[in-house]
């Protein structure tokens, strides 16, 4: 995962290797890249999202994590100006969202959708070639260069879109979204669908340009990727669920247990832990193996300890459970299927 | 009604030249722009080959050659029909809509790579006709076919019908979610102007050159107009997704 450590304000030096930001007007100075507060989208009856607020720092690489159906997409092409919401606000680069501003801020911000939408009868250069005039791009053919370089396609330069596979597509779809030298970018799933090489080499790519200071929104159900990538993450289920970087939502979650192993199954087993103050609950998961509701973990594991040696009991392990940015997101989308069942 | 005025043209330009490559490199839409126009000769010039010198009297008084103004009334219509509503069947929509791309310069760009091709191969049929009549006809009947006038109003109302056709179109594929529908109802839109060119070409509009500036005139508005009406009625939500 990448640490904010390092990383530089904007997308200045931008990921195609050394270009100054092509997004001049947009606010990068004590402004957010994103700022997003209490936003929705309706289709008619239907809640897309609701009541969404969150703020994306410049240079910051921002995972949006949710179900099929979350809301994801639709957040994505809200603040890419392809959709009005329906409620709420939001600036993007400290542009307000408003239909007004929607070419000004499209200037500031590229979208890589979920499907790499190329025109499969020109070739990779001509796609790339037809979007930079599109962004206007001073020196079309040198932005274009680079952004092959930074996906490793120059060689492919040639080929037709349709020859290529779906990896590769991505992957031009990626120096497409390159070529405005955004201030935001927006990865709308982007290794959906893709074999693990061909995600790896695109993971890898993303996060080269979160090393070099572009802000990245990344929509994705893959929670690898967004732990391995993202330096915050937000889990979406139609309304915001939980927001912070991948560590503090476990922690949030799961650090107050302490996993607890003894050689034999314990006697009494609600006689040593009740008289733990530290420990508010405890359930047994299997045979000599136990698990712990504490209030403060420092503090209870020596006390744990303690008391287990006192019931004689041969102590293998305590120890705070592991948990991944997966746990996190079952756990919170779970609730929300029992809370709709309930 | 807000549009914008401002258009660039590199933007613009972009669009065209993408659009002409697709039709280059897609042999099924060039076949589809050239076939229709070399059907529509077919009729016309072996009913004219038969033709003896003593019908040359009768054809002096007569404007049938106006009829071929169908084909800028059709082949743009259709083609610009499939523009919009194929991109978004395709998904390549959806990237050229989160450019800076305004929706004049889109649409702008899509008219001019329907009208450009079209206009072209009207011109060259209508060239391949004259250029028959001349060579193969009775001389008498050849004579009496080609006049100026009538060769003019070819050359300037084309491009202005043609135009028409295409915005027509356009609406059509901005509103359209089915690429069949589209251009099924593009056929259906072509129809009045057609009859129109064919009551003028049958005589039953007498054209005069007052009329022609009349309609040169009326066109010219339409044409305009088609452009604001279509650019208004362009919504990138609701061809991102679908919503009404």
């Given at each position: 995962m990448n640490g904010q450590n390092g990383k530089q304000g904007g997308?200045?030096?931008?990921?195609?290797?050394?270009?100054?930001?092509?997004?001049?007007?947009?606010?990068?100075?004590?402004?957010?890249a994103l700022s997003v507060r209490g936003l929705g989208k309706r289709f008619g009856d239907r809640v897309?999202?609701?009541d969404v607020s969150f703020q994306i720092g410049f240079g910051e690489v921002f995972g949006f994590l949710g179900p099929n159906g979350a809301g994801k997409t639709t957040i994505v092409r809200t603040l890419g100006t392809l959709i009005k919401p329906t409620s709420g606000s939001a600036t993007v680069t400290g542009i307000p969202l408003i239909p007004e501003n929607g070419a000004q801020i499209r200037q500031h911000i590229s979208v890589m959708p979920?499907?790499?939408?190329?025109?499969?009868?020109?070739?990779v250069a001509e796609n790339l070639g037809c979007f930079a005039d599109l962004y206007e791009v001073p020196d079309p053919h040198d932005r274009i260069d680079r952004a092959l370089r930074a996906v490793h396609l120059t060689d492919r330069a040639?080929?037709?879109?349709?020859?290529?596979?779906k990896g590769l597509r991505q992957r031009v779809a990626l120096a497409r979204a390159l070529l405005p030298d955004p201030q935001v970018l927006f990865l709308d799933e982007?290794?959906?669908?893709?074999d693990p090489v061909a995600a790896r080499d695109v993971h890898d790519l993303i996060a080269g340009l979160g090393r070099s200071g572009v802000t990245i929104f990344l929509t994705t159900h893959r929670l690898d990727e967004a732990e391995r990538l993202c330096d915050r993450v937000a889990i979406l289920n139609?309304?915001?669920?939980t927001i912070g970087p991948p560590d503090e939502l476990r922690d949030r979650l799961f650090a107050r247990t302490l996993a607890v192993r003894t050689q034999a199954p314990l006697a009494d087993p609600e006689l040593v832990f009740r008289a733990?103050?530290?420990?508010?609950s405890w359930h047994q998961d299997s045979s000599g193996s136990y698990v712990l509701a504490v209030s403060r973990p420092a503090v209870a594991a020596p006390a744990v300890t303690r008391a287990l040696v006192s019931a004689g009991a041969d102590v293998l392990s305590i120890s705070q459970p592991h948990h991944s940015l997966e746990d996190v997101y079952l756990e919170l989308i779970d609730d929300d299927k029992e809370a709709s069942l309930a | 009604m807000i549009i914008s005025m401002s258009v660039s043209a590199r933007r613009v330009r972009a669009i065209f030249r993408k659009e002409v490559r697709e039709y280059r490199r897609n042999g099924n839409i060039a076949f589809g722009m050239a076939i229709m126009p070399f059907l529509f000769l077919i009729q016309p010039l072996v009913q004219v080959f038969a033709l003896?010198?003593?019908a040359s009297g009768a054809i002096?008084?007569?404007?049938?050659?106006?009829?071929?103004l169908a084909i800028p009334a059709i082949v743009p219509g259709l083609v610009a029909a499939y523009a919009v509503v194929a991109e978004r069947d395709q998904g390549t929509l959806e990237p050229v809509l989160t450019t800076p791309v305004s929706r004049e310069e889109f649409l702008v760009g899509k008219a001019l790579a329907s009208l450009v091709p079209s206009v072209l191969i009207a011109y060259a049929v209508y060239a391949l006709f004259l250029a028959c009549v001349r060579l193969f006809a009775n001389p008498a009947v050849a004579s009496a076919l080609l006049r100026w006038p009538e060769i003019l109003a070819q050359v300037f109302f084309t491009p202005l019908i043609a135009a028409w056709s295409i915005w027509i179109g356009l609406a059509i594929s901005a509103r359209s979610k089915d690429i069949r529908v589209a251009q099924q109802l593009g056929v259906l839109a072509c129809l009045p102007t057609v009859a129109v060119t064919s009551l003028v070409a049958f005589n039953v509009i007498g054209p005069s050159f007052g009329l022609a500036l009349a309609a040169a005139a009326l066109l010219v508005i339409l044409d305009v107009a088609g452009w604001r009406v279509v650019s208004a009625m362009f919504n990138r939500e609701r061809l991102i997704t679908g919503s009404r």
């Open positions: 997308a200045t030096g931008g990921a195609t290797g050394g270009a100054t930001s092509g997004a001049t007007g947009g606010a990068t100075d004590g402004a957010a897309a999202f609701e979920e499907s790499p939408g190329l025109y499969l009868r020109l070739t040639d080929s037709a879109c349709g020859t290529l596979s982007p290794t959906a669908g893709l139609t309304t915001l669920r733990i103050p530290a420990v508010t | 003896p010198s003593s002096r008084h007569e404007d049938s050659l106006l009829y071929l």
